[in-house]
């Protein structure tokens, strides 16, 4: 009876089990909900959040010259480890598919910087003949003295001179005896001086140059190693290589894609500009197109430095304002568009980011980092969104740009196509069969 209890137990257990399982479906590993660590909330967390956050910038602030060449490296790497997956897949050992890639890539930089030097040198010897013929139009327009600029500045004299007439200030005193007086003159400029200090930052230039090549090539031959090293010293529970699985996978999304586009529409803006160049005639297309497509990388800035450059460069060989003008719009409308119609269709939804939060990130980091920062301020906004969107107390800052809608955390049960059917009866135990009649 014992054993029949047991069994019976047993049955409805298994039973139980399969049911449940029916009821929640084993769900794949990218169907799962993503991971949030919950930090608990109070005065002394605050302050300590504050204080670390005021301790980080300045210590951003301070090791800059480390702390950009590392994230270049990692972005350089990002935008090449394609080429090398391809090269290895094809049985070419990693660490001479990733020298290939980057023999191929200075050597391209160093053609082009060699071809286009003569042009380069042309721009630079035109910005004093710009900057004397600015000065002849502007002393032109001054001679006009029916100008508003002359009648403005008539008005700000005639303002002044009754200002002083009424206040009637008494003569300022002579100087007391024995008082001589001090001037301060600047030293004439020194050309020797200007080419040590030039000469030294060309080499530390070079110098960085170098450290993000051997960087790059360290990041491109090793591959993953440090995405498991990091998951690997996470913590000893599940819950947090989860958590941090989570958030490199989100950053390396976000940053491979970032570069695909960013590089994609840099050679895209370069070709359009070119060719409007070459339409309109104006000398240095090239390297104009060239300047339009890296500067493409800047948000906001870049177009705007281009289109003043290339104001004045039509300036100078057109003379004529309203030509200029027109030139100036089309390089910006290019850039415009890539900005608004094909960046957006390219990033996808992961990667967009809200205007004001680019712009404010713009600002913060060209504070911290000078230009280098207003080129990375994107890339370093999309890894902060990333950490911020998987700690709980974090995701006010992660909400500053749009996210992805959150995925279910269970498939919808599919709707049967038909009503299952009743379950067949138990078949019944046949009776035995009467036994025959036994003679005496």
């Known amino acids: 009876m014992a054993h029949s209890n047991l069994g019976v137990n047993l049955a409805l257990h298994g039973s139980d089990c399969m049911a449940e399982t029916h009821t929640h479906p084993q769900t794949r590993p990218e169907d799962a909900p993503p991971v949030v660590i919950d930090v608990p909330t109070d005065v002394r967390t605050v302050t300590l959040t504050v204080l670390a956050t005021i301790g980080l910038v300045f210590m951003l602030q301070y090791a800059q010259s480390i702390l950009i060449p590392i994230v270049l490296g990692i972005l350089i790497a990002y935008a090449l480890e394609p080429f090398v997956t391809w090269l290895a897949r094809i049985k070419v050992p990693r660490s001479i598919a990733a020298a290939l890639v980057l023999a191929v890539l200075v050597g391209g930089l160093g053609s082009a910087v060699y071809s286009l030097t003569d042009e380069v040198m042309q721009i630079v010897a035109q910005v004093p003949q710009a900057a004397r013929r600015i000065q002849e139009r502007v002393r032109l327009h001054k001679s006009d003295g029916n100008g508003a600029l002359q009648q403005v500045q008539r008005a700000a004299t005639s303002l002044e001179q009754t200002a002083q007439a009424a206040s009637q200030q008494a003569p300022p005193d002579k100087p007391a005896r024995g008082i001589s007086k001090v001037q301060i003159v600047e030293p004439a400029f020194n050309a020797s001086d200007y080419l040590y200090w030039g000469g030294m930052g060309l080499i530390g230039a070079l110098g960085q140059f170098a450290m993000i090549l051997f960087l790059v090539y360290f990041f ?191 498939p919808a049960p599919r709707t049967p196509r038909r009503a299952p059917r009743a379950p067949r009866p138990a078949p019944r135990t046949p009776h035995p069969a009467p036994r025959a009649p036994t003679r005496g």
């Not at 290019?334 to 992961?350: K, V």
């Open 220 to 410: 491109l031959v090793t591959g993953d190693l440090y995405k498991r090293k990091i998951v690997k010293i996470a913590g000893p529970h599940l819950w947090q290589k989860k958590v941090t699985v989570q958030i490199l996978d989100d950053i390396n999304l976000q940053i491979a894609s970032f570069m695909r586009v960013q590089v994609l529409t840099s050679v895209i803006v370069a070709v359009a500009t070119m060719a409007a160049l070459r339409y309109f005639g104006l000398n240095q297309w090239v390297v104009w197109g060239l300047a339009a497509g890296i500067f493409n990388s800047i948000p906001y800035l870049g177009p705007i430095l281009v289109s003043a450059g290339l104001g004045i460069v039509a300036f100078m060989q057109f003379d004529s304002v309203p030509r200029t003008i027109v030139v100036c719009a089309v390089a910006f409308a290019i850039t415009s568009l890539e900005g608004f119609l094909l960046t957006p269709a390219l990033m996808g939804r992961a990667a967009r980011m809200n205007p004001i939060a680019i712009f404010v990130g713009l600002l913060f980091w060209s504070w911290i980092w000078g230009v280098w920062g207003a080129i990375l301020a994107v890339p370093m906004l999309m890894m902060v969104k990333a950490v911020c969107d998987h700690i709980e107390e974090l995701q006010s800052v992660g909400e500053l740009t749009p996210r992805p809608a959150p995925r279910a955390p269970h």
